[in-house]
């Protein structure tokens, strides 16, 4: 009882203990694994060769599955304690585990501006790979350990996204494992119907073995602008003003009560003032959401200039705000210096250790969820999730929302512009109870035509689910190519309500 017990008190109330002293040197040597791996595949020039061979071992377990009376549904063989979402994948149990070990970057077309990629490189390999060689991609969602198949079949944002639209907007074609087992290449004009509806469909159209991304030449540094705004209605026109100014390559806000926020614009520029320079990416820095207050704390405004791939990832040390409810001293200078470098621990090492009392705790006062709303809801969703959460900082992210087919598209014929308000940590509410004050938010979400990332618990009934999304297209291809006995529904495989 005391070895048991004293364990789960431990992992509850003290976790930065095995964090600090498990977690993050595994987490490094993790990093190290990968990093060295890359390296080797890319200097031999295997990963091309080697990509034909594993789609077809893919495409032999799709058919042995067939073979064997199609009796099981379908999943990718990828533990769910690897993947970022807190969520944890109970079908991966029940569901024909098909095995997808495909994490290479396999083409830089610099003539077509295009890199053609395997599923489960990371934003972090990614970047790493191009920057070098000058070029970007045009949305680096934040964290270094999103993969691009994560990204299309759920969705991906980054500060640039104003311009470019979400992570799927930036991609040209998708190869894919079909249920017959068959590959088949999709993109805007070869079969373009299975192009638009695989982005939001979370796996349950077929098996993402290669996808093509846009390319933009990389620039040295972002010079970017901070400006600290009080009042909700100046910190909403602020923010739809700079958001709607393409001479802005990133806009962002931290919102950090009801009244007070930081704007941020950042500019692309190979030139910069070197008493300027913040390489706010060096382990010793402090969390960069606590940097930005500090202009709100002084009532100031700044400029800055950040190297570029160091600003992509500018959130990945603290996990945007979420290390400090582990890590409480984390961002202690005497920390940053010692063990900064250690930071952050891999996501899917805490999902692995957190054990049922932790996740639990998490599901009943901790809050991880990102709403994407019409800007000129801004104002009216602020308070919205004031009263139903409470939880600060909240980050601000603007995207268009092109209108194409899909599950999620703008409600009229235009283009339209939306923002993402991403809400992560304790809500301060007294009230909070999880699935009510959920429920109410997505009811509320659903009444401005907005949607809900598919990564975070979701408390919608079936009908409420399709209601927030259109699913004509997926629906209709789910039925044309045989995938209703092949995988679940994306709504069984993602809502609360349906697993359990």
């Known amino acids: ?3 048991h017990r004293g364990l789960e008190a431990v992992l509850v109330h003290h976790r930065w203990v095995f964090v600090c002293f498990f977690l993050m040197p595994l987490s490094i040597l993790f990093d190290v694994y990968y990093q060295l791996r890359a390296w080797a595949v890319w200097r031999l020039h295997s990963a091309p060769r080697q990509h034909a061979q594993r789609v077809r071992h893919i495409q032999a377990q799709v058919r042995e599955w067939k073979n064997e009376g199609s009796k099981r549904y379908m999943c990718t063989g990828r533990p769910g304690w690897l993947t970022v979402s807190l969520r944890v994948g109970k079908y991966k149990k029940t569901h024909k585990n098909i095995m997808i070990n ?63 639209g979400l992570f799927q907007h930036t991609c040209t074609a998708y190869e894919l ?59 909403c026109d602020k923010f ?17 009560s009801l009244e007070e926020a930081v704007i941020m614009t950042g500019v692309l520029t190979d030139e910069a003032e070197q008493s300027k320079i913040n390489r706010i990416g060096n382990y010793y820095k402090p969390w960069f959401f606590k940097h930005v207050e500090k202009y709100l704390k002084a009532d100031r405004t700044g400029i800055e200039y950040i190297p570029s791939r160091q600003y992509y990832h500018r959130h990945t040390r603290s ?16 920390f940053r210096y010692l063990f900064g470098w250690m930071v952050p621990p891999k996501i899917s090492l805490l999902k692995l250790t ?17 709403m994407l709303v019409p800007v000129k809801t801004l104002e009216k969703s602020i308070q919205t999730f004031h009263v139903d959460l409470n939880v600060y900082p909240l980050w601000l992210c603007p995207f268009i929302l092109p209108n194409n087919p899909g599950m999620v598209h703008p409600k009229g014929d235009e283009a339209e512009l939306y923002v993402d308000i991403g809400a992560y940590g304790e809500p301060k509410r007294k009230q909070f109870e999880a699935r ?14 907005g949607f809900q990332m598919l990564y975070a618990d979701c408390y919608m009934t079936r009908e409420e689910f399709w209601d927030m999304f259109d699913g004509s297209l997926y629906h209709k291809l789910r039925e044309q190519m045989n995938c209703k006995d092949a995988f679940p529904e994306v709504y069984d495989k993602i809502c609360k309500a349906a697993r359990h």
């Not at 999709?186 to 077929?206: H, I, K, M, Q, R």
């Not at 290390?323 to 984390?330: E, V």
């Open 354 to 370: 957190q054990g049922e009392a932790i996740r639990k705790l998490y599901e009943q006062h901790h809050v991880v969820q990102d």
């Open 436 to 449: 009510a004050s959920m429920r109410q938010m997505e009811k509320f979400v659903r009444s401005v035509h």
């Open 102 to 164: 495909l994490m290479d970057v396999l083409e830089v077309d610099s003539e077509r501006q295009v890199v053609r990629v395997e599923p489960l490189v990371t934003m972090g390999q990614l970047t790493a790979h191009l920057n070098p060689m000058g070029w970007t991609i045009p949305v680096v969602p934040e964290l270094d350990d999103l993969t691009v198949g994560g990204l299309i079949m759920g969705t991906g944002i980054e500060s640039s996204s104003h311009i470019y």
């Open 240 to 256: 739809t003003e700079e958001s709607k100014k393409k001479e802005n390559s990133f806009v962002e806000g931290l919102v950090y």
């Open 1 to 3: 009882w005391v070895r």
């Open 177 to 235: 494992v079909l249920a017959d087992g068959s590959l088949v290449r999709c993109s805007p004009t070869e079969n373009s119907d299975l192009f638009y509806a695989v982005p939001w469909s979370c796996g349950t159209l077929g098996f993402l073995v290669a996808a093509e991304i846009k390319m933009i030449p990389a620039k040295k540094y972002v010079k970017i602008h901070y400006e600290p705004v009080r009042g909700l209605r100046k910190i």
């Open 319 to 334: 996990i945007f705000w979420e290390l400090q409810d582990i890590i409480p001293f984390g961002n202690n200078p005497v």
